[in-house]
């Protein structure tokens, strides 16, 4: 039977033959050394490529697109966002069922782990409501995409005459 002397403060344990054993910390930093460090959700997220249609029209509902990628091992959730051009958003899918492709409001966008994520008008997409203002060709403006576990990311948005 070995006996065995514990220290909390340093995190290591001490037996008979007067080798030291280290327990967590020598695991952490190895675990650290291996992957270059511990990515938090929010770095994990690249919000890219957003853009909306140019309008010469005040108080109407656009898309807004963008492409999102997940370098987490987790998956996320799109929860909201707030652009200074428009009253309200909504996340909305395109369902397929019988007749013609129509929107539905969701709770959610899901952002899948490792995989890249395109917002687009024919799949998942956000709608921006009662426009504020006409959305010039060329302007830019910051929305805030704010992601369940990736918390807020401040994005450019492009206005664009191209889709």
């Given at each position: 039977?070995?006996?065995?002397a514990?220290?909390?403060?340093?995190?290591?344990?001490?037996?008979?033959?007067?080798?030291?054993t280290?327990?967590?910390?020598?695991?952490v930093?190895?675990?650290?050394?291996?992957?270059?460090?511990?990515?938090?959700?929010?770095?994990a997220?690249?919000?890219?490529?957003?853009r909306?249609?140019?309008?010469?029209?005040?108080g109407?509902?656009?898309?807004?697109?963008?492409?999102?990628?997940?370098?987490?091992?987790e998956?996320?959730a799109l929860?909201?966002?707030?652009?200074?051009?428009?009253?309200?958003?909504v996340?909305?899918?395109?369902?397929?069922?019988?007749?013609?492709?129509?929107?539905?409001?969701?709770?959610?966008?899901?952002?899948?782990?490792?995989?890249?994520?395109?917002?687009?008008?024919?799949?998942?997409?956000?709608?921006?409501?009662?426009?504020?203002?006409?959305l010039?060709?060329?302007?830019?403006?910051?929305?805030?995409?704010?992601?369940?576990?990736g918390?807020?990311?401040?994005?450019?948005?492009?206005?664009?005459?191209?889709?």
């Amino acid at each position: 039977m070995t006996a065995t002397a514990t220290s909390g403060a340093d995190g290591a344990r001490l037996d008979r033959g007067g080798r030291i054993t280290f327990l967590v910390f020598g695991l952490v930093a190895v675990g650290l050394w291996l992957t270059g460090g511990l990515a938090t959700a929010g770095e994990a997220l690249q919000v890219t490529n957003a853009r909306v249609p140019a309008s010469d029209q005040i108080g109407i509902d656009l898309p807004l697109v963008m492409t999102i990628r997940n370098d987490a091992a987790e998956a996320d959730a799109l929860l909201r966002i707030r652009c200074p051009f428009a009253n309200f958003a909504v996340k909305h899918t395109v369902d397929r069922g019988e007749g013609a492709p129509a929107m539905r409001e969701i709770k959610s966008i899901p952002i899948p782990e490792s995989k890249t994520t395109e917002l687009k008008h024919d799949g998942y997409h956000v709608m921006l409501l009662q426009t504020r203002q006409k959305l010039v060709d060329g302007e830019t403006f910051t929305c805030a995409v704010v992601f369940q576990k990736g918390g807020t990311k401040e994005t450019e948005v492009q206005v664009s005459r191209t889709p």
